[in-house]
């Protein structure tokens, strides 16, 4: 039996629809997702919500969706979790891939096997090669070159997933907000892509022409917190005024691939499923 432990956004309602079976939903309380939980835990009971799982015969487990760090409270922590509360700070102090590293070994000393999203649905990983109508330009395709260093350098540091680029320089990289927060913040209306009176540009102009990028960090563990893009992030590089999105091919999940196809070429925008280390 499977146990997917849901956090939010639209991954864990695509994954649980695509399943022969309906699974386990788990969901930490206060990172409740859209889909109706069957069993809630805290992170203070680890312990205890391992033991559930086997008594309900869970025997595998997913993680989708996004979860931040949870604050602790030491006096929630029951007996069956005190021995793994050293383990637990240790990953919460770590960067995503580490801590997620921690907490992946705690459900296989469990006895529990961790099956990655991608793994249970892969139609969720798109062929390689450039899906949309408007073209790659030979820029764009430098600036993946750029780009992709870019996440390496940020994978070593354990931070973000997508960055952006144009022309060589990295204009943005993405933070524990995620992608759509940082490209929101060069979304502006229509009326106001237009020089600012001192004769700067707006940030949206900053944009302008430039690549959003997204792929796994450097050896991080695949079966969980794989990278995802759906149609918010198309309409986020839309309102950005990027050119288009590259994404690193088996690397990088897609949410209702035609939806955002229809968005991003209804907009004039490229969405490039690029081989790690193409030129």
């Known amino acids: 039996m499977l146990a997917l432990i849901a956090g939010t956004g639209d991954l864990p309602p695509a994954l649980v629809a695509r399943l022969p079976a309906p699974p386990v939903v788990?969901?930490?309380?206060?990172?409740?997702?859209?889909?109706?939980?069957d069993v809630t835990f805290r992170i203070e009971r680890l312990g205890s919500f391992l033991s559930d799982l086997r008594a309900r015969g869970v025997t595998q487990i997913c993680m989708a969706g996004a979860i931040s760090r949870p604050p602790i409270d030491p006096g929630a922590v029951d007996e069956a979790t005190k021995p793994l509360v050293p383990r637990i700070m240790d990953a919460?102090?770590?960067?995503d891939d580490g801590a997620l590293r921690t907490i992946i070994a705690i459900f296989e000393e469990a006895g529990l096997t961790v099956r990655a999203a991608h793994e249970l649905a892969p139609d969720l990983l798109p062929e390689a090669g450039l899906l949309s109508r408007s073209p790659v330009t030979m820029t764009a395709r430098q600036d993946a070159v750029t780009a992709e260093q870019t996440i390496a350098e940020m994978g070593r540091a354990d931070i973000g997933q997508a960055c952006v680029v144009r022309d060589g320089f990295v204009l943005a990289r993405e933070g524990q907000a995620g992608t759509d927060a940082m490209l929101a913040r060069f979304a502006l209306p229509?009326?106001?892509l237009t020089d600012l009176k001192d004769g700067s540009e707006s940030p949206a102009h900053r944009l302008m022409g430039a690549i959003l990028f997204k792929a796994p960090k450097p050896d991080q563990d695949r079966r969980a917190d794989l990278p995802v893009i759906g149609l918010q992030t198309a309409k986020s590089a839309i309102a950005a005024g990027l050119a288009g999105v590259v994404i690193e091919h088996d690397g990088v999940m897609v949410l209702d691939l035609s939806a955002v196809l229809s968005a991003l070429d209804a907009a004039g925008l490229f969405l490039w499923v690029r081989p790690k280390g193409a030129a």
Do not use: S, Y
Request: proline letters at 11%; aromatic letters at 6%.
């Open 26 to 37: 788990c969901a930490m309380e206060g990172f409740l997702p859209t889909v109706i939980p």
């Open 190 to 192: 229509d009326e106001a």
């Open 92 to 95: 919460i102090a770590q960067g």
